[in-house]
């Protein structure tokens, strides 16, 4: 996830006010692996519909279209 501005991509979720507390963008082609003793902040859950935008926009970014 990422507030910085990029281009409109079919790979990545802007997040709208509906998302709320969360902002900014998910960038779904920019994948990471977590390690067990990396921080990682639990803040909640997105929405169904993000979800299933984000689920969208990984089918792209591993062209399984």
């Not at 790979?11 to 994948?31: A, E, K, Q």
């Not at 639990?42 to 935008?53: D, N, S, V």
């Amino acid at each position: 996830m990422t507030t910085s501005v990029k281009p409109p991509l079919d790979s990545i979720v802007v997040l709208d006010t509906d998302d709320s507390p969360f902002t900014g963008r998910i960038m779904c082609d920019d994948i990471e692996t977590l390690y067990d003793d990396d921080p990682v902040r639990h803040g909640g859950a997105l929405r169904p519909a993000t979800i299933m935008r984000i689920d969208r926009a990984l089918r792209v970014a591993f062209a399984l279209r």
